[in-house]
């Protein structure tokens, strides 16, 4: 079986981040801003509630009691940018996407991979973000070193995730074990319920360079190439159209440069690709 595998670089190191005070979490007394849907007038909202995930390191996680993450800052850049407030809701993963369809939400970043079916319900902007997929196990583990290794393997991810899916639809006779939280999945796997992880490559290897060290290693190729993007709530084409050239303009004057920086240490490597998406041009 092949198994598409990632053709360029993701970062290795998260050791030095930095902290950020840039959460903005506005409210509003405006009963539109709570709902999906542009105004009645067809334009932009004063405030629009983004939805972001509990515990993504380094793209969202509490911080001496804020919410800060890569993520965090592109949003609140992206909102300075086009002019409006960010009501910020903190939920589980999976209750994202059915939170934009309710019109609970109107935007989420949660590092959220776009793909066909995601987009059959939501919008997404362009990407902002390349990842993959990664294979984590025991640092004592020889036996699993490549996709192939997992099968008959009780392997853990999470709930909702692309990785999730693509070990269903590629290792069928991998026991998939699903965790709503990632320190779940991450103590599966160290405590000897699951046999290996599989998840976001710069999640896994931020986790094994900080709080995974000593424990647990990353094997194999780079799998499933993704592709960030923020998604919002049907109906909202002006708000997308806004958000991109906001976006377009943070690539450009180095902004979005800068904020990767700050969380990843290094520059980031694919500006070219996305530029070629239609960013930053």
């Given at each position: ?226 592709e960030y993007g923020i998604a919002i709530s049907k109906e909202n084409g002006a708000l997308v159209e806004a958000m991109n050239?906001?976006?377009a303009t943070m690539i450009d004057d180095g902004r979005y440069a800068e904020i990767y920086e700050k969380w990843f240490d ?16």
């Amino acid at each position: 079986m092949q198994f598409k595998k990632r053709a360029y670089t993701v970062v290795a190191a998260f050791a030095a981040i930095a902290l950020s005070a840039g959460l903005v979490g506005c409210s509003s007394d405006d009963p539109t801003s709570e709902t999906s849907g542009e105004s009645a007038e067809g334009g932009l909202k004063d405030t629009y509630t983004v939805a972001t995930d509990s515990s993504f390191v380094p793209f969202e996680f509490d911080e001496d009691g804020e919410h800060v993450g890569f993520d965090i800052d592109i949003v609140n850049g992206i909102a300075e940018e086009v002019g409006f407030d960010v009501n910020l809701k903190i939920t589980n993963f999976d209750g994202i996407i059915p939170g934009l369809q309710t019109g609970a939400f109107d935007i989420a970043i949660a590092g959220i991979t776009i793909t066909d079916e995601r987009k059959e319900t939501v919008d997404f902007t362009s990407p902002y973000y390349k990842s993959g997929t990664r294979i984590g196990v025991p640092v004592d583990n020889t036996d699993i070193n490549s996709m192939e290794d997992l099968e008959g393997k009780t392997v853990a991810s999470r709930l909702g995730s692309a990785p999730l899916e693509y070990l269903q639809e590629n290792v069928p006779t991998a026991n998939a074990l699903p965790f709503e939280q990632l320190d779940q999945m991450y103590l599966a796997v160290e405590g000897g319920t699951a046999d290996a992880l599989l998840y976001d490559a710069p999640n896994v290897e931020y986790y094994i360079a900080t709080t995974g060290e000593g424990t647990l290693k990353a094997v194999g190729d780079l799998y499933e190439a993704q592709e960030y993007g923020i998604a919002i709530s049907k109906e909202n084409g002006a708000l997308v159209e806004a958000m991109n050239q906001a976006l377009a303009t943070m690539i450009d004057d180095g902004r979005y440069a800068e904020i990767y920086e700050k969380w990843f240490d290094e520059e980031p490597p694919w500006l070219d690709e996305l530029a070629a998406m239609g960013v930053g041009v």
